[in-house]
């Protein structure tokens, strides 16, 4: 005969056995953020790995850069991964504010499931005489996204790799946060 105690024992024992796997697995990369030059003389570029992970990821170094290239990481999958958005947030860590979102779709490929990116940046704008307008950069407005290198989207709008700075010097990516 089972007691009460010991049926509530066995689910309890096996969602904590569950629980300490899955802490040990680290989350999949969605994509690698790649700083264009190093911050230092031969030290290599800033690297930061975006993990499929829900809530604010911080950088462990903060190095602003005059451009950022985001490099896809292919996936080996059945069926197409779910579209994700990741917020990409500058200022400092204590005050971040959002830089940008980049949109990322997969596509099949070689390698697997393949992401593309779209670069979607915070527009400046204000409410004037009740409507929303885009605001005119000035002298100490930040500035505008800037898309770099040669490569062409495709019939969706996305890249299959993206490298991005400010119009305005070096930006810092400080964290991001994944939708």
């Given at each position: 005969?089972?007691?009460?105690?010991?049926r509530l024992l066995l689910p309890?024992?096996?969602?904590?056995?569950?629980?300490?796997?899955?802490?040990?697995?680290?989350?999949?990369?969605?994509?690698?953020?790649?700083?264009?030059?190093?911050?230092?003389?031969?030290?290599?570029?800033?690297?930061?790995?975006?993990?499929?992970?829900?809530?604010?990821?911080?950088?462990?170094?903060?190095?602003?850069?005059?451009?950022?290239?985001?490099?896809?990481?292919?996936?080996?999958?059945?069926?197409?991964?779910?579209?994700?958005?990741?917020?990409?947030?500058?200022?400092?860590?204590?005050?971040?504010?959002?830089?940008?979102?980049?949109?990322?779709?997969?596509?099949?490929?070689?390698?697997?499931?393949?992401?593309?990116?779209?670069?979607?940046?915070?527009?400046?704008?204000?409410?004037?005489?009740?409507?929303?307008?885009?605001?005119?950069?000035?002298?100490?407005?930040?500035?505008?996204?800037?898309?770099?290198?040669?490569?062409?989207?495709?019939?969706?709008?996305?890249?299959?790799?993206?490298?991005?700075?400010?119009?305005?010097?070096?930006?810092?990516?400080?964290?991001?946060?994944?939708?």
């Open positions: 005969m089972v007691t009460r105690p010991s309890a024992l096996l969602l904590a056995a569950a629980a300490v796997a899955g802490a040990d697995e680290k989350a999949p990369t969605l994509f690698t953020v790649v700083a264009s030059t190093p911050g230092a003389p031969g030290a290599a570029p800033a690297k930061l790995e975006i993990l499929d992970q829900s809530g604010a990821q911080t950088a462990k170094t903060v190095v602003a850069a005059p451009t950022w290239i985001i490099k896809p990481q292919p996936v080996k999958r059945d069926s197409r991964p779910p579209e994700r958005i990741v917020e990409l947030y500058t200022g400092t860590p204590a005050a971040p504010a959002l830089l940008c979102r980049v949109w990322l779709r997969y596509y099949a490929g070689a390698s697997g499931w393949v992401p593309h990116f779209r670069l979607e940046e915070e527009p400046l704008v204000a409410r004037v005489h009740g409507r929303w307008q885009p605001l005119e950069l000035i002298r100490g407005a930040g500035g505008v996204l800037v898309l770099h290198g040669g490569t062409l989207p495709n019939a969706e709008g996305y890249y299959p790799r993206l490298e991005f700075g400010s119009s305005v010097g070096p930006v810092a990516i400080v964290a991001w946060q994944v939708r």
